[in-house]
C-alpha cells in the first residue's frame, strides 16, 4: 500500500522552549510537551520562587513535577525521523533561542521588533505601536532589539545612564552626577554620542580614503602582474627564437663543416687511390719484368744469354714514389683542434654572456622594492658573511681568520701562480658574489686600507690604476685612513665629510644600484651613497696599503643606535 503524503505542522512536534523538534519529551500534568533538558532549566530557574509552572499555559504546581518521558511522542518523534518527513517550517514571528523576546507577549513569545531604553522593555512589532502612537510614549529612545538593556541601568542608584563622566570615561546617572562625579567633567550621553560619532566619521572618511587608496594599489599591482606575465612570455618566446636561431646557425656551420670534410675526404681517397691504380700498375710490370731476368738467369747456353741481355730495356725511373711523404698520419686532426677551440670560445662567451643574463634576470624593475634600511636592525637582516680568495691575494699577503682578516707583509708569501691572483697591487676579493640586497663590515688597521666592491673581471696586472681598487669602471672604494675617508671610483676622487671609525659597513642593492658606506662606532652613520647601475655580479675586496696594515670582514654587532 502506497504510502500517503502527510503534512505534519512544527509547533506539534516542536518544544515551546527551545523551538526545535522535541527530544527526549516529557508531558507534564497540564497535558504540554516539552523537551526533557528544557523544562529541567526552566524549572531549575524557578526554584528559588518555590513555585513551578508551565512556560506555555502557566499552570502553576506547588511540587515541581516529577518529569516521565512520554514513550508515545517520543515514538511519534523516531518515526517521524526515520521516515524522512520533516516538519512544516516554522513561524519567523516567533522568537528563538538566540532572538530577543518580546517582554509583554504571553504564552509562547514573538521577536521584539525594537528595545526602549527609557522603557528598559523590548516590544514586539505589535507591541511597539503604543511608543508609536502615544504622545507620553514618542519621546522614548528606540534602538535594535538587544538583550543587554540593564546594561544601561545604573547599579548603584537604578537610574538610567544618560550622562557621561569626560573624566572617568565612564557612563553615569543623575545621582552619580551630584554625588561621587559632582566636580568631574560630564555631559549627556547624547552630547558624547554626537563628539564621538563626528570622531567616528572622521575616521570612516580616513578608512574609506585608505581603502581608496589601497584599491588603487592593488589595481596597480594587477597591472603590474599583468606587466611582468606578458614581458615574461614575450621575452620568452624572443630568448627562444633567438636561441633557436643561434641552434640552427650551429647546425648549418656543423653541416658545412661534414660537408667540407667528406668533399676533402673524397678528393684526397681519389687521389690516393689514382696513385695506388698506377702504383699497381707499376708493380705488375715490374714483376712481368722480374719473371723475365729470372727466366734469362736460368739460360745455360752463354752465347743465349750474352745475345738477349742487350735487348732488356732499362728500368724506368718510378714517377710516384718520391710523392709518397713518409711522416706521422695526421689528416683532420686539426679540423677537430680547430672546432674544438670554437668549442671553448664559444662556452667562454656563453658562461660571460650567462651571468649577464642571469644579472638582467634578477635585475627586472620591482614595484614593491624595499627602501634602504633605517635601523640597525633592517640592516642586520642583510648581513652576509664575507671570506677572501687566496687565489686573488697579491703575493705579499697573508690571510687568516679563517680567511676573514688580511695583512700586508714586506716578504712574499709562497703563493701558487694563479690566473686570478692580482699581481701589481696589494689586494684581494672574496669568495662570495654578491647580488641582490647585502650588508658586511669591516675593521680596518694602519694607515691606509680600502673597502670596496668589484667586478669579477677586474684586471690583475697593470702597474697604474688598470687593477686598483676604484682606479677603473670596474671597481668602487672607500679610502680609509687617519686623516679621514675618501671615495675613489673610474680614478676619480671625492672627499668625505664625517666621523672617522675603524669600522666601517657597506650596504649594497645591487638590483637598484645603490651602494652605501657607513662609519660603524657607538651609531651607524652615512659617509658616502653611490646611485649607479651595476651590470656584473660583485665582489667585495680589500685593499691594503702599508706593511702590516691589516683588515677583517667581522660579524656586524647590534649597537644601541641609528643612522
Known amino acids: 500500500m502506497a504510502q500517503q503524503a502527510v503534512h505534519v505542522d512544527q509547533e506539534t512536534f516542536s518544544c515551546f522552549i527551545c523551538v526545535d523538534l522535541l527530544k527526549d519529551p516529557v508531558t507534564i500534568p497540564c497535558g504540554h510537551s516539552y523537551c526533557m533538558n528544557c523544562i529541567k532549566s526552566f524549572w531549575d530557574g524557578e526554584d528559588q520562587k518555590r513555585m513551578h509552572s508551565c512556560p506555555q499555559c502557566r499552570k502553576t504546581f506547588v511540587f515541581r513535577p516529577i518529569q516521565e518521558k512520554s514513550t508515545v511522542l517520543a515514538a511519534l518523534v523516531e518515526q517521524l525521523k526515520k521516515t524522512g518527513l520533516q516538519p512544516a517550517p516554522a513561524d519567523p514571528r516567533y522568537a528563538g533561542p538566540e532572538d530577543v523576546a518580546c517582554d509583554i507577549c504571553t504564552g509562547r513569545k514573538l521577536k521584539a521588533l525594537r528595545s526602549c531604553l527609557f522603557c528598559l522593555m523590548s516590544f514586539c512589532e505589535n507591541h511597539i505601536q503604543s511608543h508609536y502612537h502615544l504622545d507620553t510614549l514618542k519621546e522614548h529612545k528606540l534602538v535594535e532589539p538587544s538583550k543587554n538593556l540593564q546594561k544601561n541601568v545604573c547599579s548603584c542608584h537604578d537610574k538610567l545612564l544618560e550622562i557621561f563622566c569626560c573624566t572617568d570615561q565612564k557612563f553615569i546617572c543623575y545621582l552619580c552626577s551630584v554625588e561621587e562625579h559632582k566636580d568631574h567633567d560630564t555631559v549627556s550621553a547624547a552630547a558624547e554620542r554626537t563628539e564621538r560619532q563626528r570622531e567616528l566619521e572622521e575616521r570612516r572618511g580616513n578608512i574609506q580614503q585608505r581603502i581608496q587608496d589601497r584599491e588603487k594599489d592593488v589595481k596597480l599591482l594587477h597591472q603590474e602582474v599583468e606587466a611582468i606575465n606578458h614581458s615574461a612570455d614575450k621575452t620568452v618566446e624572443d630568448s627562444e627564437e633567438i636561441f633557436t636561431e643561434l641552434i640552427r646557425l650551429l647546425q648549418e656551420r656543423s653541416s658545412d663543416v661534414k660537408q667540407q670534410i667528406r668533399s676533402q675526404q673524397e678528393t684526397e681517397v ?294
Open 270 to 563: 681519389s687521389r690516393v687511390k689514382d696513385v695506388q691504380e698506377k702504383l699497381e700498375q707499376e708493380i705488375t710490370e715490374l714483376k712481368r719484368k722480374d719473371a723475365e731476368l729470372e727466366q734469362l738467369s736460368h739460360t745455360e747456353d752463354h752465347n743465349q744469354f750474352l745475345l738477349h741481355y742487350p735487348s732488356l730495356p732499362a728500368l724506368s725511373e718510378s714517377t710516384h714514389s718520391s710523392s709518397i711523404n713518409i711522416r706521422p698520419i695526421r689528416h683532420f686532426e686539426d679540423v677537430t683542434a680547430a672546432v674544438s677551440e670554437l668549442r671553448e670560445k664559444l662556452q667562454d662567451v656563453l658562461r660571460d654572456s650567462w651571468t649577464n643574463i642571469s644579472l638582467m634576470v634578477t635585475e627586472v624593475d620591482d614595484l614593491l622594492s624595499e627602501p634602504e634600511p633605517t635601523t640597525r636592525t633592517g640592516f642586520l637582516k642583510y648581513s652576509r658573511e664575507i671570506t677572501l680568495d687566496p687565489n686573488t691575494a697579491h703575493r705579499n699577503l697573508v690571510l687568516s681568520e679563517e680567511n676573514r682578516k688580511v695583512t700586508l707583509l714586506q716578504q712574499h708569501q709562497s703563493h701558487s701562480t694563479d690566473p686570478d691572483r692580482f699581481t701589481d697591487k696589494p689586494q684581494v676579493l672574496s669568495r662570495e658574489t654578491l647580488t641582490g640586497r647585502c650588508y658586511w663590515e669591516v675593521d680596518w688597521r694602519g694607515k691606509l686600507v680600502r673597502v670596496a666592491v668589484a667586478y669579477k673581471n677586474i684586471s690583475r696586472a697593470g702597474r697604474r690604476n688598470k687593477s686598483l681598487f676604484g682606479g677603473n669602471d670596474k671597481s668602487w672604494a672607500l679610502t680609509c685612513s687617519q686623516k679621514g675617508f675618501n671615495f675613489f671610483h673610474n680614478n676619480i676622487w671625492s672627499s668625505i665629510s664625517g666621523p672617522v671609525s675603524s669600522r666601517v659597513g657597506v650596504y649594497l642593492d645591487h638590483a637598484a644600484g645603490l651602494l652605501s658606506f657607513y662609519s660603524v662606532s657607538e651609531t651607524t652613520t652615512l659617509i658616502h651613497r653611490v646611485q649607479t647601475r651595476f651590470t656584473q655580479p660583485l665582489h667585495a675586496g680589500v685593499y691594503v696599503g702599508e706593511v702590516w696594515d691589516s683588515a677583517e670582514f667581522c660579524k656586524p654587532r647590534q649597537i644601541s643606535s641609528l643612522l
